[in-house]
């Protein structure tokens, strides 16, 4: 859980401030991605250091997590995706921190709805701008949606491994 604050928010900062500072987005989606950013950086912040307190609920936390960072992946990439496109990046941060301690099932539904997600995202922007995305921007997105499910498959079974290793060393 504490990975998750120290090195993919600080991730997304940067991420999310390159947008503002190189697309110069409308003021008013500046100050709402900054806002979604403060407030699940406090979420997650306050879960992962609540997390064993409730030790009969951390599991449920943990998933939780997982679910409130997709969410804000969505809605920072809803609505900085147009801006710049690096921001695809925010969907491998849940099913990341979903692979260090998720079952390789769980590990690829939480990758599968990331890749559903941002599809759709796609689909609707260029639906909103009445802009439709050609062949190659479509193979594009799908490629980088597919990465999503192989990196997070990747290190779940690398956090499998790590496990597995220790237990030996034991």
């Not at 690096?86 to 939480?110: D, G, N, S």
């Not at 050609?134 to 990747?154: G, K, N, P, R, T």
Request: contains cysteine; proline residues 4%.
């Amino acid at each position: 859980m504490h990975v998750l604050n120290i090195y993919f928010i600080p991730f997304a900062l940067i991420l999310i401030l390159s947008a503002i500072y190189f697309s110069e987005p409308d003021p008013r989606i500046t100050y709402v991605s900054f806002a979604i950013l403060f407030v699940f950086f406090l979420i997650n912040r306050w879960l992962s250091k609540n997390a064993y307190k409730f030790i009969k609920w951390t599991s449920r936390i943990r998933i939780l997590t997982v679910w409130l960072n997709l969410a804000a992946a969505a809605a920072l990439f809803y609505l900085l995706g147009s801006y710049w496109a690096p921001t695809w990046l925010l969907f491998l941060i849940p099913p990341a921190l979903a692979a260090m301690f998720m079952k390789k099932a769980q590990v690829f539904l939480i990758s599968l709805t990331s890749l559903i997600l941002m599809l759709g995202t796609y689909y609707v922007k260029s639906r909103l701008i009445d802009l439709p995305l050609s062949s190659v921007q479509w193979a594009m997105a799908c490629i980088h949606a597919l990465f999503v499910i192989f990196f997070a498959l990747f290190v779940q079974a690398m956090s499998e491994m790590a496990v597995k290793m220790r237990d030996t060393l034991k």
